[in-house]
């Protein structure tokens, strides 16, 4: 079983759709979660790290449910310019940022 | 606000051959890492770093080595190159271990 698990997609959405995805984790002593988006062939960027009280940036919603080892983000009102590789990433436990990636949620926000 | 730096973007190998990538970071961080990036598998850890001085192995670390003598740089080596470690790689930065990652744009290496 993978360390972290996503649903690749794609997910093809008009834009303005609400769209939601998931991710699942095997480490329940994990320490912190985030999630990145990714454009074709370029770096990660931090999207927006994952509380467990659950926390909200403009149109981006993001879960994290601990018992569950489940974590999800929501996308409101998508543009166009929401296309990306959405990437579920999770600390290891121990020292050093050693950071587990999932394989990524493909997005295509269509007109 | 350079951030962080990988030199080169492209690289094409002959099996065999060494080379080193660069990484640079101009924020201070303490940690850094190197990261391998292939079609249908999240990005896996190779190396990483919590200090200058301070290195240990990720979850693929056969077939490159490390250093890390200054907190700014943080290179990777292939020793020998194989055609197994044709792939994206990047390198990343961050404050603490717990604090956002920043990666450098990737090197694409083909070794053929």
């Known amino acids: 079983r993978k360390e972290v698990e996503q649903d690749p997609g794609p997910f093809n959405v008009p834009e303005g759709a609400t769209v939601a995805f998931n991710c699942t984790y095997s480490n329940s002593a994990s320490q912190s979660f985030f999630w990145y988006r990714q454009d074709c062939r370029k770096e990660p960027k931090l999207l927006m790290s994952?509380?467990?009280s659950g926390n909200e940036d403009g149109r981006f919603t993001a879960q994290l449910n601990r018992a569950s080892q489940y974590i999800s983000l929501l996308i409101r009102d998508s543009k166009l310019s929401d296309s990306a590789t959405y990437l579920c990433v999770v600390k290891r436990p121990g020292g050093g940022n050693k950071l587990t990636f999932g394989t990524g949620t493909q997005l295509k926000v269509e007109l | 606000n350079a951030g962080v730096t990988q030199t080169p973007k492209f690289q094409v190998l002959k099996t065999g051959q060494s080379m080193t990538l660069q990484c640079a970071q101009d924020?201070?961080?303490?940690?850094m890492s190197w990261y391998r990036q292939d079609p249908g598998m999240g990005l896996r850890l190779i190396h990483y770093s919590v200090g200058a001085g301070i290195t240990d192995q990720g979850e693929v670390p056969n077939g490159y080595n490390v250093s890390r003598s200054t907190t700014e740089d943080f290179p990777l080596r292939l020793l020998s190159a194989a055609p197994s470690q044709t792939s994206v790689y990047f390198c990343?930065?961050?404050?603490?271990?717990?604090?956002?990652?920043?990666f450098g744009q990737g090197t694409r290496l083909t070794v053929v």
């Open positions: 990343a930065s961050s404050r603490d271990q717990n604090t956002e990652a920043f």
């Open positions: 924020m201070n961080h303490e940690y």
């Open positions: 994952v509380y467990s």
